[in-house]
C-alpha cells in the first residue's frame, strides 16, 4: 500500500483510508461480526488509516475500532473527533468546542478505543460560540500530554484553518470531496496546499451514489440518514443518478467499477489527499482498496470531468440547518 503524508509534522497514513462511521451508524443496521471483519481485512490489505468519532454510535463505533485493533495497535494510525456531541440515547446535544470538554472528550475516546494516546484527534465541527483558539489551545495540550500526536479540523473555512494553525499544528483537514462535492477546489485545497496540511476526503463516493448500487431512495434502510439528504429526495435523484450512469459508462470503458473510478479520481487530485471511504463489508472493502492501482491517463481524467464538472450534483450536501454547519 502506498504511503501519503499529511501535513508537516510527521504524520504517515496509507494513501487510502477506512471510514468506520457507517458500521454503527446512519446507514442502517450493521453486522458487528462482519464490520470486525472488515477492520481486520483493512489492515491486512495495508490500510491503517482508520477514521471514526465519539458521536459515532454514539460511542459505540470507538469501541468496535478498539476491538478491531486490539492486538495491531502499533499497525494503526487511528483518528477520532469530538465537538459533535450526543447523548447516549443518540440525542443531539450540539456543537461543543468548549476547553473542559475537549479535556473531558479525549478521555472517553481514549478509554473507549483502548489505547492510550490517538494519533489524529480532529474538532468534527467548529463552535462558532467559542473563539477557535481557545479550543486549539486546549487540543494542544492534549499533545502535550501525550494523549495525541496530531491534530486536525473538519469542515472548517479557509479563515479558521489559518487561526487554528496559528495557534498549533493542523495536521490535517477532513472535509467531503467526490466527483459529486468539488467545493474544497474553489479555496479549501489551496488553503491547505499554502499551509503545509494535509487534506482527508470524506464521503469520497457520494455517500454511495458513485458505487451505482443505489437505483432509487427506495433501496435504503428505513433508517439510514440519506433518507432525509437533499440529493436522495425526489426531485434530485433522477438527476443524480443520470450522472452516475455516465459515470459507469466510463468506468466501463476502463475496465473497472464506477466507485474504483471515483476513488482514483480523488486519489490522482495529489499525493497529499487521503479518501477514506467507508464501508461495513469486507468485499466492498476490497474492491475500494484496489482503485489505488488504478492509472488515469490525460484522456480519462477530461472525460471524467466532462461527466462529472464542478457543481454537478443536484441538492445541497446535508439538509439546510445541518449546511451552516460546514465551512464555518
Same mark, same amino acid.
Given at each position: 500500500m502506498e504511503q501519503r503524508t499529511l501535513g508537516s509534522q510527521g504524520l504517515v497514513v496509507s494513501a487510502m483510508g477506512l471510514g468506520c462511521m457507517g458500521m454503527s451508524d446512519f446507514y442502517g443496521e450493521g453486522d458487528q461480526e462482519e464490520s470486525l471483519s472488515t477492520i481486520r481485512r483493512a489492515l491486512d490489505l495495508g490500510v491503517t488509516f482508520l477514521d471514526t468519532a465519539d458521536m459515532y454510535g454514539p460511542f459505540t463505533n470507538e469501541e468496535l475500532v478498539g476491538r478491531g485493533i486490539a492486538d495491531r495497535r502499533d499497525e494503526v494510525v487511528v483518528a477520532t473527533k469530538f465537538g459533535n456531541e450526543?447523548?447516549? %440515547?443518540?440525542?443531539?446535544?450540539?456543537i461543543n468546542g468548549r476547553p473542559e470538554y475537549v479535556r473531558q472528550a479525549i478521555d472517553g475516546s481514549l478509554r473507549r478505543l483502548g489505547v492510550d494516546h490517538v494519533d489524529l484527534y480532529y474538532q468534527h465541527r467548529v463552535d462558532t460560540e467559542v473563539a477557535i483558539e481557545e479550543t486549539w489551545g486546549a487540543m494542544g495540550e492534549l499533545v502535550e500530554a501525550g494523549k495525541a500526536r496530531y491534530l486536525g479540523i473538519s469542515e472548517a473555512a479557509p479563515a479558521t484553518i489559518r487561526r487554528a494553525h496559528a495557534t498549533h499544528p493542523v495536521?490535517?483537514?477532513?472535509?467531503? =470531496?467526490?466527483?459529486?462535492?468539488? %467545493?474544497? /477546489?474553489?479555496?479549501?485545497?489551496?488553503?491547505?496546499?499554502?499551509?503545509? !496540511?494535509?487534506?482527508? $476526503? =470524506?464521503?469520497?463516493?457520494?455517500?454511495?451514489?458513485l458505487t451505482g448500487a443505489i437505483a432509487s431512495p427506495d433501496d435504503l434502510a428505513p433508517d439510514d440518514f440519506r433518507r432525509g439528504a437533499p440529493r436522495f429526495s425526489a426531485d434530485n435523484f433522477?438527476?443524480?443518478?443520470?450522472?452516475? /450512469?455516465?459515470?459507469?459508462?466510463?468506468?466501463?470503458?476502463k475496465g473497472v467499477t464506477p466507485a474504483q473510478l471515483a476513488l482514483a479520481w480523488v486519489l490522482v487530485q495529489?499525493? %497529499? !489527499?487521503?479518501? !477514506?471511504?467507508?464501508?461495513?463489508?469486507?468485499? =466492498?472493502? /476490497?474492491?475500494?482498496? $484496489?482503485?489505488?492501482? !488504478?492509472?488515469?491517463t490525460e484522456e480519462d481524467l477530461a472525460s471524467i470531468e466532462a461527466v462529472a464538472p464542478p457543481g454537478v450534483a443536484a441538492g445541497s450536501r446535508y439538509p439546510e440547518?445541518?449546511?451552516?454547519?460546514?465551512?464555518?
Amino acid at each position: 500500500m502506498e504511503q501519503r503524508t499529511l501535513g508537516s509534522q510527521g504524520l504517515v497514513v496509507s494513501a487510502m483510508g477506512l471510514g468506520c462511521m457507517g458500521m454503527s451508524d446512519f446507514y442502517g443496521e450493521g453486522d458487528q461480526e462482519e464490520s470486525l471483519s472488515t477492520i481486520r481485512r483493512a489492515l491486512d490489505l495495508g490500510v491503517t488509516f482508520l477514521d471514526t468519532a465519539d458521536m459515532y454510535g454514539p460511542f459505540t463505533n470507538e469501541e468496535l475500532v478498539g476491538r478491531g485493533i486490539a492486538d495491531r495497535r502499533d499497525e494503526v494510525v487511528v483518528a477520532t473527533k469530538f465537538g459533535n456531541e450526543r447523548r447516549p %440515547d443518540g440525542t443531539w446535544v450540539g456543537i461543543n468546542g468548549r476547553p473542559e470538554y475537549v479535556r473531558q472528550a479525549i478521555d472517553g475516546s481514549l478509554r473507549r478505543l483502548g489505547v492510550d494516546h490517538v494519533d489524529l484527534y480532529y474538532q468534527h465541527r467548529v463552535d462558532t460560540e467559542v473563539a477557535i483558539e481557545e479550543t486549539w489551545g486546549a487540543m494542544g495540550e492534549l499533545v502535550e500530554a501525550g494523549k495525541a500526536r496530531y491534530l486536525g479540523i473538519s469542515e472548517a473555512a479557509p479563515a479558521t484553518i489559518r487561526r487554528a494553525h496559528a495557534t498549533h499544528p493542523v495536521s490535517a483537514v477532513q472535509t467531503e =470531496y467526490s466527483l459529486f462535492t468539488r %467545493d474544497p /477546489e474553489e479555496e479549501v485545497l489551496g488553503t491547505v496546499r499554502e499551509l503545509g !496540511i494535509g487534506f482527508v $476526503a =470524506y464521503s469520497p463516493l457520494g455517500r454511495g451514489l458513485l458505487t451505482g448500487a443505489i437505483a432509487s431512495p427506495d433501496d435504503l434502510a428505513p433508517d439510514d440518514f440519506r433518507r432525509g439528504a437533499p440529493r436522495f429526495s425526489a426531485d434530485n435523484f433522477a438527476a443524480n443518478r443520470a450522472v452516475v /450512469e455516465r459515470v459507469r459508462s466510463l468506468a466501463a470503458a476502463k475496465g473497472v467499477t464506477p466507485a474504483q473510478l471515483a476513488l482514483a479520481w480523488v486519489l490522482v487530485q495529489g499525493h %497529499d !489527499i487521503v479518501p !477514506i471511504p467507508g464501508t461495513k463489508r469486507r468485499r =466492498y472493502l /476490497e474492491e475500494n482498496v $484496489a482503485a489505488v492501482a !488504478i492509472e488515469l491517463t490525460e484522456e480519462d481524467l477530461a472525460s471524467i470531468e466532462a461527466v462529472a464538472p464542478p457543481g454537478v450534483a443536484a441538492g445541497s450536501r446535508y439538509p439546510e440547518a445541518q449546511m451552516e454547519r460546514v465551512n464555518v
